[in-house]
């Protein structure tokens, strides 16, 4: 199984920074990486599919870098609605999630 | 629009069996993959398998092989996840997402059910 690892898992920011999140594969994957945007009581809603490609929808203040093993999600400017829980998810073998970070208002 | 309508909230015994169920509509549901994706706080978003309506292709995953299964109703575009018995630890909010095909494997999940929580308590 590839194990998906996030950090930090919890991240305090205010309105208007840049935040970065990281997730680590534990093996190559390619580009076949996506981020997700949860909040409370709701599903998942998709944000970048293959690492970069920002889903149709999504403000281009997200955005997506990485391949291999390596991958960022970045926040250029935090907006009241961005505070939620983010995930990353491979699917170049089945789908493994990661374990979350939390982004809270500082 | 595209639309995954999951069956609603489970309240059951340890020993009964369940069966929950998610009606794709606004698309060829044949042609994308349907995931089933467990949620708890424990231990987050984990996949517990998926199926591909068009040739019901099903593949789980390790941790969920044997404990449960996935169907499929093309006539009815609705997938289902099913135990024939229930234990507490599998009480969890429960997920099912549509993928696009790829060439061998699914690709991301971009559109989600509303969830489906499941309790399993004596």
């Known amino acids: 199984d590839i194990q998906m690892t996030q950090s930090p898992s919890t991240l305090s920011a205010s309105v208007g920074d840049r935040v970065t999140i990281t997730c680590r594969a534990s093996?190559?994957?390619?580009?076949?990486l996506a981020w997700y945007q949860q909040k409370p009581g709701k599903a998942p809603k998709l944000l970048i599919y293959k690492a970069s490609s920002l889903e149709s929808g999504v403000p281009s203040r997200f955005s997506g870098s990485g391949s291999g093993t390596e991958f960022t999600l970045t926040i250029s400017s935090l907006q009241p609605d961005d505070f939620a829980t983010y995930y990353c998810?491979?699917?170049?073998?089945?789908?493994?999630f990661g374990q979350g970070t939390r982004l809270e208002i500082k | 629009e595209v639309q995954l309508v999951q069956s609603g909230a489970e309240v059951k015994q340890p020993g009964q069996s369940l069966r929950i169920s998610c009606k794709g509509s606004?698309?060829?549901?044949?042609?994308?993959?349907i995931a089933w994706v467990r949620q708890t706080p424990g231990r987050g978003l984990e996949c517990v398998g998926i199926i591909y309506p068009g040739d019901y292709d099903t593949r789980y995953s390790p941790s969920f092989q044997g404990q449960v299964s996935i169907s499929v109703d093309k006539s009815i575009s609705t997938a289902y996840l099913q135990w024939p018995s229930l234990r507490a630890s599998d009480t969890a909010m429960y997920y099912c997402?549509?993928?696009?095909?790829?060439?061998?494997?699914?690709?991301?999940?971009?559109?989600w059910g509303q969830g489906t929580l499941v309790t399993v308590s004596p």
């Open positions: 093996q190559r994957i390619s580009s076949w």
């Open positions: 997402a549509r993928s696009y095909s790829g060439v061998s494997n699914p690709y991301q999940p971009d559109y």
């Open positions: 606004g698309y060829n549901f044949a042609t994308y993959w």
């Open positions: 998810q491979q699917y170049d073998s089945f789908f493994t």
